[in-house]
Antibody, heavy 118, light 113 residues
Framework: QVQLRQSGPGLLKPSQTLSLTCAISGDSVSSDSVAWNWIRQSPSRGLEWLGRTYYRSKWFNDYAVSVKSRITINPDTSKNQFSLQLNSVTPEDTAVYYC????????WGQGTLVTVSS | DIVMTQSPDSLAVSLGERATINCKSSQNIFYSFNNKNHLSWYQQKPGQPPKLLIYWASTRESGVPDRFSGSGSETDFTLTINSLQAEDVAVYYCQQYYGIPYTFGQGTKLQIK
């Protein structure tokens, strides 16, 4: 049974860096048949895919254009996890953030409410 | 980006009746290389992450009751819930995984009449 467990702070000030980690059990971040995604959800933007990392003989990343200049998703094979970094956050980045396996998006982390406020 | 548009935005159906939710993609999401529509449906209840119900437009995820079914192809898709149960009250989303970025519909809120 695949489980994704998220960790990271939930309150940030504008201009700070959002950092979240997703620990994987029951699968491997280095699997060559799946990808590992970050998705966020807010009332104003709905469900928004942010990016993914995946391994196909080497590591690849894809990012949404809306955050491409600010986002980094990194795998950590030693800990079987992957992370999200989003720089220079603003109140518009306030959302529930999910780590997700797929696609299709079959396993979701529990979600982390991240609030950006001065 | 592929735009996913759901209808209706909200729906009230009596217990035991059928609920139908539609989803339209702004472009064809049928991939000829694997002969599949890259479309999935999710159910989300308050305080929970979305749960995968249907993928490849019509394949039910393991453990999902058979009253849930998906149909459609290319740009027009439907989620049908037969014999509505109280526990089906939720928001339902369609999502395409044909191209990056993955995109979701705006959601349909299903309530009991």
């Amino acid at each position: 049974q695949v489980q994704l467990r998220q960790s990271g702070p939930g309150l940030l000030k504008p201009s700070q860096t959002l950092s979240l980690t997703c620990a994987i059990s029951g699968d491997s971040v280095s699997s060559d048949s799946v990808a590992w995604n970050w998705i966020r959800q807010s009332p104003s933007r709905g469900l928004e895919w942010l990016g993914r990392t995946y391994y196909r003989s080497k590591w690849f990343n894809d990012y949404a254009v809306s955050v491409k200049s600010r986002i980094t998703i990194n795998p950590d094979t030693s800990k079987n996890q992957f992370s999200l970094q989003l720089n220079s956050v603003t109140p518009e980045d306030t959302a529930v953030y999910y780590c997700v396996r797929g696609a299709p998006l079959d396993y979701w982390g529990q979600g982390t409410l991240v609030t950006v406020s001065s | 980006d592929i735009v996913m548009t759901q209808s209706p935005d909200s729906l009230a159906v009596s217990l035991g009746e059928r609920a139908t939710i539609n989803c339209k993609s702004s472009q064809n999401i049928f991939y000829s290389f694997n002969n599949k529509n890259h479309l999935s449906w999710y159910q989300q209840k308050p305080g929970q992450p979305p749960k995968l119900l249907i993928y490849w437009a019509s394949t039910r995820e393991s453990g999902v009751p058979d009253r849930f079914s998906g149909s459609g192809s290319e740009t027009d898709f439907t989620l049908t819930i037969n014999s509505l149960q109280a526990e089906d009250v939720a928001v339902y989303y369609c999502q395409q995984y044909y191209g990056i970025p993955y995109t979701f519909g705006q959601g349909t809120k299903l309530q009991i009449k």
